[in-house]
């Protein structure tokens, strides 16, 4: 009798974890390649009216860095591309990891990087190493925007608990030219291009999910052409199926400058 129930029990143990491992979440990647169409002109560089703080800031060549296309491969810089999604998220082992601070620096008279992603709870740093002062303004919507005098060489630290819907701006009301952008996210999902239009976001949850495709100038993008084929998106919106162990590579995905342009305020 004492077998039979030492069956019965490793049985059931046994089928409790199956249970747990057939539960266990896979992961997978996305990436992609946004450039410009190979129809449209290079935009070119448009320097920056410094009206203050000349003496330091008139001497880095600052430009308008709202698009940046990179002239040896047409690749859009800054583009931004995150899961959306309404109720929580499963976070790879690897991700869930203690945040290192989300770091916006002052340098150059500009705000580096032009994007931050950061978490929810995650420590941000306003640094300045320049020699003038800066102040970094925020425009947050669901948190307490701010609006933070930062000298040089003096970093401040700070705590957003809110998620946002959208990228956030922040300004330096000081040098009115300044302009960066936070991504505020409840998980690690979102990600930037890089100089050559290239885009990664590995270690997502594997299944369909939303992602939002946005820039500064247009906001939500309208849509891009992949190989022959024009696809229209869903106010910036897709849905994506990620692949389990595996990567969904979009592959290069172009974009017209009428596609790229500043949006109309009502």
């Not at 690749?75 to 309404?86: P, Q, S, T, Y």
């Not at 990891?97 to 994007?115: I, M, T």
């Not at 998620?163 to 300004?171: G, K, S």
């Not at 594997?206 to 849509?223: L, M, T």
Request: proline share 9%; net charge neutral.
């Amino acid at each position: 009798m004492k077998s039979l129930f030492t069956s019965i029990a490793l049985l059931a143990l046994s089928v409790v974890s199956s249970a747990a491992w057939a539960q266990e979440p896979a992961w997978g990647s996305l990436k992609a390649r946004f450039v410009l169409s190979g129809s449209d002109p290079l935009p070119a560089p448009q320097p920056l009216q410094i009206e203050r703080d000349a003496e330091v800031c008139g001497t880095v060549g600052l430009v308008d860095e709202s698009l940046t296309v990179n002239p040896q491969n047409r690749g859009i810089r800054n583009l931004i591309v995150w899961l959306e999604a309404k109720s929580a998220v499963p976070i790879h082992p690897q991700r869930q990891q203690p945040l290192q601070p989300a770091k916006l620096d002052n340098r150059g008279c500009r705000f580096e990087p032009r994007v931050l992603c950061m978490q929810t709870g995650q420590p941000l740093q306003l640094l300045n190493n320049d020699p003038v002062v800066h102040n970094a303004a925020a425009f947050l919507k669901r948190s307490t925007p701010f609006n933070e005098v930062i000298p040089s060489g003096k970093p401040s630290e700070r705590i957003i608990r809110k998620a946002e819907t959208l990228p956030v701006r922040v300004d330096c009301s000081i040098h009115s030219w300044m302009r960066a952008w936070l991504v505020v996210l409840d998980h690690p999902y979102a990600a930037v291009t890089d100089a050559d239009g290239q885009l990664d976001l590995p270690q997502l949850p594997a299944g369909e999910w939303r992602f939002r495709f946005w820039h500064e100038r247009p906001e939500n993008i309208p849509g891009w052409t992949r190989g022959s084929t024009s696809e229209t998106l869903d106010r910036g919106g897709l849905l994506l199926t990620i692949p389990a162990s595996g990567t969904l590579d979009l592959g290069e995905l172009q974009l017209t400058v009428e596609q790229l342009a500043v949006k109309k305020k009502k």
